[in-house]
């Protein structure tokens, strides 16, 4: 099932009912995600299901397609670096919760019951920034130049005392 992204939801509900999202939400609505990106131009694409597993672990499985645009720390220049999220959110009430999680699952903190669905796509997208975005492909161009001045010799600071010195 398909429906339009709410604010906030009740999770008990959503993992009893398995319930599903799909669509789009624009980068400009991320309010975090701002200050590391070099415009908020685009979306990201989501798929957000509600679930339980095999063990009876209630999930959110949450798969993202955005391309992110960043400055490059080398060149300056501003890309779309490519993201791609596939993540299974164990929801848990309380920290203690965490232990009990599966393999493969990362702990969602929901100690109300309810969460927002946009706000975890959020988060997600922010643990998905490079460190240092650097764009794909370009090469370092780096020059050392201090063959070139090696070869040249200072003169020494000495010289001046020698003169001195002569000159008495």
């Given at each position: 099932m398909s429906a339009a992204l709410p604010d906030r939801v009740d999770v008990a509900r959503q993992v009893q009912?398995?319930?599903?999202y799909e669509g789009t939400l624009p980068l400009a609505a991320m309010q975090r995600l701002h200050g590391s990106l070099a415009t908020t131009e685009?979306?990201?694409?989501?798929?957000?299901?509600?679930?339980?597993?095999?063990?009876?672990?209630?999930y959110l499985g949450l798969r993202v397609e955005a391309?992110?645009?960043?400055?490059?720390?080398?060149?300056?220049?501003?890309f779309v670096q490519p993201v791609s999220i596939d993540q299974r959110l164990g929801l848990i009430a309380d920290e203690s919760g965490?232990?009990?999680?599966?393999?493969?699952?990362?702990?969602?903190?929901v100690p109300d019951g309810q969460v927002g669905i946009a706000d975890v796509i959020e988060d997600e997208?922010?643990?998905?920034?490079?460190?240092v975005p650097l764009k794909p492909g370009e090469p370092l161009e780096w020059k050392?130049?201090?063959?070139?001045e090696s070869e040249e010799k200072p003169a020494s600071p000495f010289?001046?005392?020698?003169?001195?010195?002569k000159n008495t």
């Open positions: 009912a398995r319930r599903t685009g979306e990201a694409r989501y798929h957000v299901e509600f679930g339980r597993d095999e063990l009876g672990v209630a391309g992110l645009p960043l400055v490059c720390q080398r060149t300056l220049d501003v965490e232990a009990a999680l599966p393999p493969g699952y990362e702990p969602l903190l997208l922010i643990l998905a920034l490079p460190v050392d130049h201090s063959d070139e010289a001046a005392l020698a003169g001195l010195r």
